[in-house]
């Protein structure tokens, strides 16, 4: 898994993938907390991530596009599938790769908090909360994303479904909204991310919802595991 | 060291190979022949546990593929048919890369500088594999299959790409490697096969179409022994005199290929070796023979007489009389 980890963080930051990413998201970052800084209160920061919310989920369906299509179609999953080494240790470094990428943007934005805190006193709990509660979501995301990406050799087809998957999921609470009180309300809620992730935003460490994403997480590097595994049998 | 047994592999309804069974001793160079679409890549596929087949079982080292995937593939080194090189990698990352992924546990340094040499790879050795030419990525190809020396080799078409010095280097390398590991190689150039095979497998629509010792093979299907002469006499004189003779099935006229000389192709009955009537019919009539030889079939006719299926049932019952011979 090691080796794969490496390689993967590697070509990230050998094409300009991974710096493009990390840049975008906090130049944006950056102009949010601009404005927060002329609204002159730290409290404002939320908006921030709520507003950014919506950008991280645009940038993970590049992050994670390329991880098994790529290795599809360039044949070089023949080299990792006939290694001696296990699929999910494959499909564990691609994921954890991407996540650190998506996980170093996320870290970069806490520095115009640090700056404000030197002026004022921004509410830490809730900030943190935000990071914690975008890296669960995002790392939720990406198995997402690592999974479709291993269902198709095309990049533009992997990026493209995973966005949609991604405002599906976005919009699940609406969904529920739709038929309010029924069974399928109360299962499309428990499933929907966005109410798991507001336990977070509100600074409130929830452990079932921290669970929540990291079962995600595991579904889906399970499926895509046994995705590579079925290829061999098709 | 390698066992095959009624190895069968379907894509839907497309059967890629039908009840293959074989098997490779330790320290034996094994040429994998076929068509294109024979089923050739799906095989090597299967053995190194990249496919899995739909009915039979491989075992590498006494290890099934399926039951104890990695320590099979750890005794496995795969050059597929197209090299699985990341393009955006040095040869030094890629090489240390798959020294990771496989575990290796040679000193690393020494270990891939060895293997460098060995392919000639030195001399890119800092250089992206995307920017490489054909002949050097089929080479870090081959390199990535030798690390860690493992005791099986298997290599899809390894030479393609290379320029004949190359090709040439790359055989002898294979030859030299075949001392102390197994190898099963695929190609469809027949004189790489025949230069560095022991034996030859021939599979076509995914069967097994033959299995033998690469001289063998070629010399016990060119039953028909059909001489090629060259006289100096009149043409047709000499087609009666020939026509004549006793035990000859059949003569044709080449034409005169000198001046005053004929060619003239004979082909006996099975099992009776007509030159010395030949050099007497000739000697008796004053017509200086000068030349004579053999049309042994090559194994390139072998292989287009079994692939293109007329004459299938003929050879391969001459097949099955050559193995008893054996």
């Given at each position: 898994m090691k080796a794969i980890l490496r390689r993967e963080l590697k070509s990230y930051f050998s094409s300009p993938i991974g710096y493009v990413c990390i840049a975008v998201l906090l130049a944006l970052f950056g102009l949010l907390y601009l404005n927060v800084m002329y609204s002159g209160s730290s409290s404002y920061i939320y908006m921030v991530y709520s507003s950014m919310f919506t950008f991280c989920m645009m940038v993970i369906p590049i992050l994670t596009m390329k991880s098994m299509s790529d290795e599809q179609r360039n044949k070089t999953d023949q080299a990792l599938l006939t290694a001696p080494i296990s699929v999910t240790s494959i499909v564990l470094g691609k994921f954890f790769a991407a996540f650190i990428v998506y996980a170093i943007a996320m870290t970069g934005s806490l520095l115009p908090c640090v700056a404000i805190s030197l002026f004022g006193s921004p509410s830490w709990g809730e900030v943190f909360g935000y990071y914690l509660g975008s890296l669960f979501y995002g790392a939720a995301m990406i198995a997402i994303g690592v999974f479709i990406s291993s269902l198709t050799v095309s990049q533009v087809i992997a990026a493209i479904a995973t966005f949609a998957v991604s405002i599906f999921i976005l919009m699940m609470g609406q969904i529920s909204s739709l038929a309010s009180g029924t069974f399928i309300a109360q299962v499309v809620d428990w499933l929907a991310f966005d109410s798991r992730y507001s336990y977070f935003t509100q600074g409130i460490f929830n452990i079932s919802s921290a669970v929540f994403f990291l079962s995600v997480v595991a579904i889906f590097v399970f499926l895509t595991a046994r995705r590579l595994e079925s290829k061999r049998w098709s | 060291m390698i066992e095959v047994k009624n190895l069968t592999k379907r894509y839907g309804t497309n059967l890629a190979l039908d009840n293959v069974s074989f098997s490779v001793e330790e320290g034996k160079i094994l040429g994998f022949l076929g068509p294109n679409g024979a089923g050739k890549s799906t095989a090597m596929n299967i053995i190194t546990g990249y496919l899995s087949s739909t009915e039979g079982t491989v075992t590498v080292g006494g290890y099934d593929i399926l039951e104890n995937p990695n320590e099979a593939k750890k005794l496995i080194g795969y050059l597929p048919e197209i090299p699985p090189l990341y393009m955006d990698m040095t040869v030094k990352e890629y090489l240390n890369f798959m020294y990771d992924l496989k575990k290796v546990t040679l000193p690393r340094e020494q270990h891939i500088q060895e293997i460098c040499r060995l392919v000639k790879i030195h001399n890119v050795y800092k250089r992206l594999i995307g920017n490489l030419s054909k002949g050097y990525k089929q080479r870090v190809g081959i390199a990535q299959a030798l690390l860690g020396n493992p005791p099986v080799l298997i290599l899809d078409e390894?030479?393609?790409?290379?320029?004949p010095k190359q090709i040439i280097e790359i055989r002898k390398l294979i030859k030299d490697l075949g001392r102390n590991h197994t190898v099963i190689l695929s190609s469809h150039i027949l004189p790489e096969v025949q230069a560095v095979c022991e034996r030859i497998i021939i599979i076509n629509n995914g069967k097994l179409v033959a299995d033998g010792a690469t001289d063998r093979l070629a010399h016990d299907l060119s039953a028909e022994h059909r001489l090629i002469i060259r006289v100096d006499g009149p043409e047709n004189e000499v087609l009666h005199a020939l026509t004549a003779l006793d035990h000859v099935k059949e003569v044709l006229s080449h034409g005169e290929k000198e001046k005053g000389v004929y060619e003239f192709s004979v082909e006996a009955e099975l099992d009776y070796d007509i030159r010395r009537d030949l050099f007497a019919l000739f000697a008796r009539k004053g017509w200086p023979l000068l030349a004579m030889r053999n049309t042994d079939l090559t194994l390139e006719d072998v292989f287009l007489q079994l692939t293109s299926g007329a004459d299938h049932a003929k050879i391969s019952s001459k097949m099955k009389k050559g193995a008893e011979k054996e």
């Open positions: - | 390894p030479t393609v790409g290379l320029d």
